[in-house]
Protein backbone atom coordinates (compact mmCIF):
# COMPACT_ATOMS: atom_id res chain seq x y z
CA UNK A 1 0.00 0.00 0.00
CA UNK A 2 1.18 3.73 -0.49
CA UNK A 3 0.98 6.08 2.32
CA UNK A 4 -1.53 8.36 2.57
CA UNK A 5 0.53 11.36 1.80
CA UNK A 6 1.42 9.33 -1.40
CA UNK A 7 -1.74 8.57 -1.91
CA UNK A 8 -2.90 12.65 -2.19
CA UNK A 9 -0.10 12.71 -4.52
CA UNK A 10 -1.65 10.17 -6.97
CA UNK A 11 -4.92 11.78 -6.92
CA UNK A 12 -3.60 14.82 -7.89
CA UNK A 13 -1.54 13.65 -10.71
CA UNK A 14 -4.86 11.78 -11.72
CA UNK A 15 -6.71 14.83 -11.58
CA UNK A 16 -4.24 16.56 -13.73
CA UNK A 17 -4.65 13.51 -16.00
CA UNK A 18 -7.96 13.71 -16.73
CA UNK A 19 -8.24 17.34 -17.42
CA UNK A 20 -5.49 17.07 -19.76
CA UNK A 21 -7.68 14.46 -21.52
CA UNK A 22 -8.85 15.15 -25.17
CA UNK A 23 -12.12 16.06 -25.23
CA UNK A 24 -12.94 13.05 -27.51
CA UNK A 25 -11.76 10.58 -24.92
CA UNK A 26 -13.46 12.50 -22.61
CA UNK A 27 -16.46 11.79 -24.74
CA UNK A 28 -15.72 7.81 -25.09
CA UNK A 29 -14.17 6.87 -21.72
CA UNK A 30 -17.28 8.33 -20.23
CA UNK A 31 -19.68 7.01 -22.54
CA UNK A 32 -17.99 3.49 -21.53
CA UNK A 33 -18.39 4.65 -17.82
CA UNK A 34 -22.07 5.12 -18.31
CA UNK A 35 -22.62 1.80 -19.57
CA UNK A 36 -20.62 0.23 -17.14
CA UNK A 37 -22.56 1.41 -14.02
CA UNK A 38 -25.66 0.70 -15.99
CA UNK A 39 -24.23 -3.44 -16.42
CA UNK A 40 -23.64 -3.06 -12.75
CA UNK A 41 -27.19 -2.05 -11.61
CA UNK A 42 -28.86 -4.42 -14.88
CA UNK A 43 -26.88 -7.37 -12.59
CA UNK A 44 -28.30 -5.86 -9.29
CA UNK A 45 -31.93 -6.26 -10.98
CA UNK A 46 -31.30 -9.35 -12.12
CA UNK A 47 -29.99 -10.70 -8.78
CA UNK A 48 -32.48 -9.41 -6.43
CA UNK A 49 -35.53 -9.53 -8.40
CA UNK A 50 -36.76 -12.95 -7.55
CA UNK A 51 -35.38 -12.65 -3.85
CA UNK A 52 -37.49 -11.54 -0.75
CA UNK A 53 -37.03 -7.95 -0.24
CA UNK A 54 -34.86 -8.58 2.85
CA UNK A 55 -32.60 -9.78 0.88
CA UNK A 56 -31.95 -6.84 -1.59
CA UNK A 57 -29.87 -4.86 -0.27
CA UNK A 58 -27.20 -7.31 0.91
CA UNK A 59 -27.03 -9.24 -2.47
CA UNK A 60 -27.33 -6.08 -5.08
CA UNK A 61 -24.49 -4.78 -2.42
CA UNK A 62 -22.48 -7.57 -3.48
CA UNK A 63 -22.87 -7.53 -7.34
CA UNK A 64 -23.55 -3.60 -8.21
CA UNK A 65 -19.84 -2.63 -7.80
CA UNK A 66 -18.77 -4.98 -10.25
CA UNK A 67 -19.72 -2.25 -12.66
CA UNK A 68 -17.43 1.02 -10.93
CA UNK A 69 -14.96 -1.63 -10.37
CA UNK A 70 -14.14 -2.15 -14.76
CA UNK A 71 -14.09 1.83 -14.31
CA UNK A 72 -11.50 1.94 -12.02
CA UNK A 73 -9.54 -0.82 -13.21
CA UNK A 74 -9.80 0.14 -16.79
CA UNK A 75 -9.90 3.88 -18.25
CA UNK A 76 -13.26 4.92 -18.00
CA UNK A 77 -14.15 8.54 -17.38
CA UNK A 78 -17.02 8.61 -14.35
CA UNK A 79 -18.39 12.09 -12.87
CA UNK A 80 -18.50 11.16 -9.12
CA UNK A 81 -14.89 9.96 -9.40
CA UNK A 82 -13.81 12.73 -11.07
CA UNK A 83 -15.63 15.20 -8.86
CA UNK A 84 -12.87 14.11 -5.85
CA UNK A 85 -9.90 13.98 -8.44
CA UNK A 86 -10.26 16.85 -10.50
CA UNK A 87 -11.33 19.14 -7.48
CA UNK A 88 -8.00 17.92 -5.46
CA UNK A 89 -6.01 19.05 -8.47
CA UNK A 90 -7.40 22.38 -8.43
CA UNK A 91 -7.12 22.64 -4.46
CA UNK A 92 -3.12 22.24 -5.57
CA UNK A 93 -3.78 24.47 -8.35
CA UNK A 94 -2.99 22.59 -11.11
CA UNK A 95 -5.36 22.63 -12.87
CA UNK A 96 -8.14 26.28 -13.40
CA UNK A 97 -11.37 26.41 -12.12
CA UNK A 98 -13.09 26.50 -15.81
CA UNK A 99 -10.80 23.51 -16.99
CA UNK A 100 -12.59 21.45 -14.04
CA UNK A 101 -15.79 22.56 -14.70
CA UNK A 102 -15.68 21.95 -18.44
CA UNK A 103 -14.03 18.83 -17.14
CA UNK A 104 -17.45 17.65 -14.84
CA UNK A 105 -19.80 18.87 -17.78
CA UNK A 106 -18.47 16.88 -21.20
CA UNK A 107 -18.08 13.59 -18.45
CA UNK A 108 -21.29 13.84 -17.24
CA UNK A 109 -22.81 13.94 -20.23
CA UNK A 110 -21.08 11.19 -21.83
CA UNK A 111 -22.02 9.24 -18.75
CA UNK A 112 -26.02 10.16 -19.43
CA UNK A 113 -24.83 8.50 -23.40
CA UNK A 114 -23.78 5.52 -21.84
CA UNK A 115 -26.75 5.17 -19.71
CA UNK A 116 -28.98 5.75 -21.37
CA UNK A 117 -27.88 3.87 -24.23
CA UNK A 118 -27.88 0.79 -22.12
CA UNK A 119 -31.29 1.37 -20.39
CA UNK A 120 -32.82 1.62 -23.85
CA UNK A 121 -30.69 -1.12 -25.79
CA UNK A 122 -29.96 -3.59 -23.35
CA UNK A 123 -33.05 -2.42 -20.88
CA UNK A 124 -35.94 -1.86 -23.43
CA UNK A 125 -34.47 -3.92 -26.80
CA UNK A 126 -33.08 -6.84 -25.36
CA UNK A 127 -35.88 -6.85 -22.27
CA UNK A 128 -33.61 -7.15 -19.49
CA UNK A 129 -35.69 -4.96 -17.45
CA UNK A 130 -39.03 -5.62 -19.27
CA UNK A 131 -40.43 -8.80 -18.24
CA UNK A 132 -41.44 -9.43 -14.32
CA UNK A 133 -40.15 -10.03 -11.70
CA UNK A 134 -37.17 -7.81 -13.36
CA UNK A 135 -39.97 -4.72 -14.35
CA UNK A 136 -41.25 -4.87 -11.41
CA UNK A 137 -37.84 -4.31 -9.45
CA UNK A 138 -36.69 -1.74 -12.03
CA UNK A 139 -39.96 0.11 -11.21
CA UNK A 140 -40.01 -0.22 -8.05
CA UNK A 141 -35.94 1.07 -7.46
CA UNK A 142 -37.05 3.88 -9.92
CA UNK A 143 -39.60 5.13 -7.91
CA UNK A 144 -37.56 5.04 -4.76
CA UNK A 145 -35.52 7.70 -6.16
CA UNK A 146 -38.14 10.15 -7.75
CA UNK A 147 -40.15 9.47 -5.01
CA UNK A 148 -37.27 11.23 -2.65
CA UNK A 149 -37.73 14.75 -1.34
CA UNK A 150 -35.10 17.32 -2.57
CA UNK A 151 -33.20 17.31 0.55
CA UNK A 152 -33.29 13.98 1.36
CA UNK A 153 -32.42 13.07 -2.18
CA UNK A 154 -29.54 16.11 -1.56
CA UNK A 155 -27.74 14.54 1.87
CA UNK A 156 -28.33 10.94 0.17
CA UNK A 157 -25.97 11.78 -2.84
CA UNK A 158 -23.63 12.94 -0.05
CA UNK A 159 -23.17 10.15 1.16
CA UNK A 160 -22.80 8.11 -1.80
CA UNK A 161 -19.84 10.04 -3.18
CA UNK A 162 -18.42 10.10 0.12
CA UNK A 163 -18.20 6.33 -0.29
CA UNK A 164 -17.27 5.96 -4.12
CA UNK A 165 -14.68 8.85 -2.88
CA UNK A 166 -13.47 6.69 -0.55
CA UNK A 167 -13.34 3.86 -3.24
CA UNK A 168 -11.49 5.53 -5.27
CA UNK A 169 -8.96 6.27 -2.70
CA UNK A 170 -8.54 3.66 -1.36
CA UNK A 171 -7.80 2.14 -5.05
CA UNK A 172 -5.15 4.76 -5.66
CA UNK A 173 -3.70 3.24 -2.63
CA UNK A 174 -3.46 0.03 -3.36
CA UNK A 175 -0.16 -1.07 -5.68
CA UNK A 176 -1.59 -4.18 -7.32
CA UNK A 177 -5.09 -5.37 -9.09
CA UNK A 178 -6.20 -7.44 -6.12
CA UNK A 179 -5.81 -4.44 -3.69
CA UNK A 180 -7.58 -2.41 -5.89
CA UNK A 181 -10.48 -4.67 -5.84
CA UNK A 182 -11.26 -5.59 -2.39
CA UNK A 183 -10.35 -2.60 -1.25
CA UNK A 184 -12.66 -0.66 -3.66
CA UNK A 185 -15.26 -2.97 -3.44
CA UNK A 186 -16.63 -2.77 0.28
CA UNK A 187 -17.53 1.03 0.05
CA UNK A 188 -19.19 1.04 -3.04
CA UNK A 189 -21.32 -1.71 -1.11
CA UNK A 190 -21.72 0.54 1.86
CA UNK A 191 -23.29 2.72 -0.57
CA UNK A 192 -25.88 0.34 -1.70
CA UNK A 193 -25.92 -1.32 1.22
CA UNK A 194 -27.66 1.92 3.01
CA UNK A 195 -29.43 2.72 -0.42
CA UNK A 196 -27.44 6.47 -0.71
CA UNK A 197 -28.07 8.05 -4.70
CA UNK A 198 -25.78 8.02 -7.14
CA UNK A 199 -26.57 10.16 -10.01
CA UNK A 200 -24.89 8.01 -12.67
CA UNK A 201 -26.85 5.03 -11.54
CA UNK A 202 -29.52 6.34 -11.57
CA UNK A 203 -29.37 8.17 -14.90
CA UNK A 204 -29.86 4.51 -16.28
CA UNK A 205 -32.54 3.12 -13.80
CA UNK A 206 -34.90 6.15 -14.32
CA UNK A 207 -35.17 5.98 -17.94
CA UNK A 208 -35.18 1.85 -17.65
CA UNK A 209 -38.65 2.27 -15.85
CA UNK A 210 -39.46 5.11 -18.64
CA UNK A 211 -38.83 3.40 -21.67
CA UNK A 212 -40.51 0.23 -20.53
CA UNK A 213 -43.69 1.98 -19.86
CA UNK A 214 -43.92 3.44 -16.44
CA UNK A 215 -45.81 6.32 -14.95
CA UNK A 216 -42.56 7.62 -14.10
CA UNK A 217 -41.72 11.15 -16.30
CA UNK A 218 -38.68 12.99 -17.18
CA UNK A 219 -39.01 15.95 -15.49
CA UNK A 220 -39.37 13.67 -12.51
CA UNK A 221 -35.54 12.53 -13.61
CA UNK A 222 -34.85 15.94 -13.79
CA UNK A 223 -35.88 16.87 -10.46
CA UNK A 224 -34.01 13.82 -8.78
CA UNK A 225 -31.03 14.87 -10.43
CA UNK A 226 -30.18 18.47 -9.33
CA UNK A 227 -30.11 17.15 -5.44
CA UNK A 228 -28.26 13.87 -6.25
CA UNK A 229 -25.77 15.28 -8.95
CA UNK A 230 -25.24 18.41 -5.78
CA UNK A 231 -25.41 15.92 -3.01
CA UNK A 232 -22.19 13.83 -4.94
CA UNK A 233 -20.73 17.54 -5.72
CA UNK A 234 -20.47 18.06 -1.96
CA UNK A 235 -19.78 14.46 -1.27
CA UNK A 236 -16.77 14.13 -3.39
CA UNK A 237 -15.12 17.75 -3.11
CA UNK A 238 -15.64 17.78 0.28
CA UNK A 239 -15.82 15.56 2.40
CA UNK A 240 -12.68 13.70 0.29
CA UNK A 241 -10.89 15.56 -1.19
CA UNK A 242 -10.87 18.97 0.39
CA UNK A 243 -10.59 17.16 3.88
CA UNK A 244 -7.41 15.13 2.76
CA UNK A 245 -5.83 17.87 0.57
CA UNK A 246 -6.34 20.28 3.94
CA UNK A 247 -5.06 17.27 6.45
CA UNK A 248 -2.32 15.49 4.54
CA UNK A 249 -1.01 17.90 1.75
CA UNK A 250 -1.79 21.64 3.21
CA UNK A 251 0.33 20.20 6.33
CA UNK A 252 3.61 20.14 4.43
Not at 169 to 179: E, M, R
Not at 215 to 224: E, G, R, V, Y
Amino acid sequence: MYSPDEVVELAIKSGVKKVNTSHRNKLILGFLAGAFVALGYIAYIKAVAALPHAYHSLVGGAVFPIGLICILLGAGELITSNMMTVSIAWYDKKVSGKDMLVNWVIVTFANLLGALFMAYFFGHILGLTEADPYLETTRELAHGKVDMPFLQAFVSGIGCNWMVGMAVWICYGAKDAAGKILGAWFPIMIFVLIGFQHNVANMFVIPAAIFNGGDITWLQMLQNFVPVYLGNLVGGTILVSAVFYTTLKKKK
